[in-house]
């Protein structure tokens, strides 16, 4: 069958296999042996929109077959690795006959959307300073802009929340997809630095519409007893778009341009929009689900569920902000090549992605979430103190793995808080705060400690005895019955 999910697969997999062989054994001896630059800004725009068809195929199996989540893994992984995707098709076409079509699924669909949020924010990473230097930015305002992105986001994710409760996340989703993916259009535009920050402010803001409504959305779609494992798998979303988005970004910058780059990944937000309109437009809940739903909005929205929440989004990003800046540094001072914190920071990522798909992920239906929000924070701190002490670089990938775990358990522990401490009513509102404290987090953790007059080593203790003691404070900290039932 032509139509079937798993061909459409292969089809647009050996094609991104071809396109990926052609651009590294012909575009780029073209280009750095005899001259020719065109044969790789034509071959590497080629590649990115098909790599974009491959995607949507990776997203459309996934949610029309039932099979592993380990399989769209697998088949992302693959682009990135030449003769892979010859490799998995092999594998595919067994694969066709040993799995059945199911229906619809509408929570891969919203995993997606927030797969491209986050990708739309990794994917600024690698090349944003750059571009804002190549526009005649002073060093100050390359800094300035990449920090303004996220002090706009959190009025985005404020407003998102509070608009989420009252016209639902449907509509809320469909805003942030069509307003963020033009926002990524206007980078064709900016020839100034001015112009840079102008764009930086809409982008940022209308970027902070998606998340809180996409959470709502799977959220209240979810009844309670599943609500951890479902998280986790949203978190794997996160962890492949911190994976693959600054590979792709730096990548396809160096063959096209940086306006390019942002180009494919509108192209992804609105073919999102549109299967939005489609099928979540549709999307009527369960008399189960609606039967599990509270109704109770007496209580008020701060409760102590929902602080600790907020709270341990603030440490996890104030901890991310300080490896993003202190990681490179330490790399560096200890003589290594500036690419293994690319490699460090991968690694993370993958431990991070391993627990949230394995069966460990029922962990987070099974043991409370203060107490795996206490491992995880626990976790991160000591691999900050670890990581003061390393020297060599087998320990850094060691801690760097451990800090994946801690990650791995604060992400979906503090999310289940904010679900079960929230009435739905008053949901949206408590995500777009939630978020709002993760974009404060980034700033924070990259910020403050430059400002501090400590060495590497210090800083990295100073930030673990830190996490150490909120995890202690939320360990000791008194429990209170606050859930609230789907």
Not at 15 to 44: E, F, H, N, Q, R
Not at 148 to 160: A, K, P, Q, R, V
Not at 215 to 232: D, L, M, P, R, Y
Not at 334 to 353: A, E, K, V
């Amino acid at each position: 069958m032509k139509s079937h999910p798993i061909h459409i697969l292969r089809v647009t997999g050996l094609l991104d296999g071809i396109s990926l062989l052609v651009l590294l054994i012909v575009a780029m001896p073209l280009k750095y042996i005899w001259g020719l630059d065109k044969a790789v800004s034509i071959t590497g725009s080629i590649h990115g929109g098909i790599f974009i068809l491959y995607m949507l195929a990776i997203l459309y199996a996934a949610m029309r077959m039932k099979w592993s989540l380990l399989w769209p893994v697998a088949a992302l992984c693959a682009a990135f690795i030449p003769f892979a995707n010859f490799f998995l098709d092999r594998k595919l076409k067994k694969a066709q006959t040993n799995y059945q079509i199911k229906p619809f699924n509408y929570a891969l669909l919203v995993y997606s959307i927030v797969f491209f949020s986050f990708l739309d924010l990794f994917a600024q990473l690698p090349v944003m300073s750059t571009f804002a230097t190549s526009v005649g930015a002073s060093s100050f305002i390359a800094g300035f802009v990449i920090g303004l992105y996220s002090l706009s986001n959190t009025l985005g994710n404020i407003l998102s929340g509070i608009m989420t409760d009252k016209v639902g996340p449907f509509k809320m989703l469909m805003i942030g997809l069509l307003f963020s993916s033009s926002a990524l259009l206007l980078y064709h535009f900016v020839e100034t630095p001015l112009v840079l920050i102008v764009v930086r402010i809409i982008h940022g803001f209308v970027a902070g519409l998606i998340v809180p409504a996409a959470f709502t959305f799977s959220a209240n779609t979810t009844i309670n007893e599943q609500q951890g494992q479902k998280v986790a798998f949203i978190g794997t979303f996160v962890g492949l778009a911190a994976i693959i988005g600054p590979a792709f970004s730096g990548i396809m910058a160096s063959k096209t341009s940086v306006p390019s780059v942002f180009t494919y990944v509108a192209i992804l937000g609105f073919l999102l929009a549109i299967l939005s309109a489609i099928f979540l437009s549709k999307y009527k809940p369960t008399k189960k689900e609606k039967d599990n739903r509270s109704t109770l909005s007496s209580r008020s929205l701060f409760n102590s569920g929902v602080i600790k929440a907020f709270m341990g989004a603030f440490i996890l990003m104030f901890s991310q902000g300080v490896i993003a800046y202190l990681l490179p540094l330490h790399v560096m001072t200890l003589g290594y090549d500036s690419r293994i914190s690319g490699t460090l920071m991968s690694t993370f990522g993958i431990i991070s992605i391993l627990i949230f798909v394995l069966p460990t992920n029922r962990l987070f239906d099974r043991i409370a979430p203060s107490k795996t929000m206490v491992i995880g924070i626990a976790l991160m701190g000591i691999s900050q103190l670890l990581l003061s002490q390393s020297s060599t670089a087998s320990a850094l990938y060691v801690i760097l793995g451990l800090y994946g775990v801690g990650f791995a358990f604060l992400f979906p522990s503090i999310n289940t808080l904010l679900i079960k401490a929230t009435p739905v009513e008053m949901r949206g509102k408590a995500y777009g705060y939630f978020y709002a404290f993760f974009s404060l987090g980034v700033v924070a953790g990259s910020s403050v400690l430059g400002w501090l007059p400590f060495s590497i080593t210090h800083e990295f203790i100073i930030t673990g005895i830190f996490l150490l003691l909120c995890a202690a404070f939320v360990a000791f900290s008194k429990q209170k019955n606050y859930a609230f039932n789907n």
